[in-house]
């Protein structure tokens, strides 16, 4: 029988490098702290990792602004330091993903200097340049990610330039065809290199609507929500040229051999998301299910999701889970500790590939900043939405550095009394509980592969099965704080728990679950 692919059986672990591990003592996370931090990993039970950009960068973006898509960062390290991390994981049988970031360039990159520098420049087309309107102002109402006119003007040539995120990351045209093979050259490097595939950044805004048609406004735009919510993207976002460039970003990693796998950040509605696999599982593998990150957390509307996200994958497409990353609060400070266990069961436990991100495996919180420790850029282009808090060093041990730095951390460390050395001999802590879910993932056929079939369930408990070539497991969870039961038709004996005290109970006619608690039975 065929093998599936490692990554659908896989766990993919998300590093943002600035924190993980810092090996020189300058307090920045690098390649050669990861590469010393690698057993972490092996111990813990994942797959691969995928690592947010290394790239040379003015860090306006903190790295999402690349200045060169085929050389690391001395922040980060050395080629050579890549070289090595990329062999001493393979070595452990640790995939590496690295992170691609297409739609747009650092304002520093050669090809902006070289485009900004004239109308008649060659490279001038490789950006999205336009005149302005008849009045003067953007040539489209098309608004960025702070909600401000997504058009820069350039004072020295007389036009405007397109870019979503920061005037310093303008956007790539990728209907140039130059653009398109330079920018495909850069994963055949990298490929070439060794590396397993990439987490594309943005996906869905590669293309823009070349008629210039203005965006609807969004009616149900309210004050407080993200300010690019205000328009729908409809000639911005998701334009089919981007559904076909996906097939072809899809076909160059393909020239690397059928294990190379691509992830894609994409911020459409589901039924776009499913889409990009392609109608003959001929895009990209993981479109990252962003779901749990924004989901009202309750079991009702969960089951749902989990139904119509399930229905809606075209034939063979395989799901994917994302419950924390770098741009979103943390987990455990959107739901609490006692609540990130639930979910924690959850993501590791639901058909599809999970994708964990750094820090959750220990139930690291938000880490609120002061106003001088801000690094974001966001942070002041949206009050109150800066992502500093979710990317805080990761927690070691409780030295004074964490035992992530010798130095001054990049950004202020959080509660010393969670880390790794603390939770990694006591059974009954967040660590030990994603261990035991990563052991049975990767010893159950059912649970990493198998059918998934909900059960009704009332209230705020949540209920499935996974079924499988090692038999039949049901996972029940309370998404709420108050006690919960279910009616049983069927028994077993509960395998893990939020808590190990429930450890080897049977169950028989029904399961009581405390509030916050979920368990997984392995039925007789
Ligand atoms: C999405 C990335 O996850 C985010 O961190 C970044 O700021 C934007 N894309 C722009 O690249
Ligand atoms: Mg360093």
Redesign the pocket.
Known sequence: MEQPPWWQRGVIYHIYPRSWMDSDGDGVGDLPGILARLDHLTWLGVDAVWISPVYPSPGA?LG?DVADYTAIDPLFGTMEDMDRLIAAAHERGLRVLLDW?PN?TSDQHPWFLASRSGRDDPKRDWYVWRDPAPDGGPPTNWVGYAGQSAWCWDEATGQYYYRF?LDT?PDLNWRNPEVQSAMLDTLRFWLERGVDGFRI??LSLLVEDDQLRDNPVNPEFREGDWPYLRQHFAYTHDQPETRELAMRIRKVVDEYGDDKVLLA?LVVPIEALAAYHGPDGDGIQVPLNFELLEADWNARGIAAFVGRYLAVLPPGAWPNWVLGN??TPRVASRLGPAQARVAAILLLTLPGTPILYYGDEIGMTDVPVAPDQVRDPIAALIPGRGRDPERSPMRWDDRPGAGFTTGTPWLPLGDPAVNVAAQRDDPGSMLALHRRLLALRHDSPAMSGGAYEPVQADGDVLAYLRTGDDGRWLVALNLGPGAGRLDLAVRGRVELATTPDRDGERVEGHLDLAGDEGVVVRLD
């Open positions: 973006d999402y970031v747009h995120f990351q950044d943005v950040e770098h741009d």
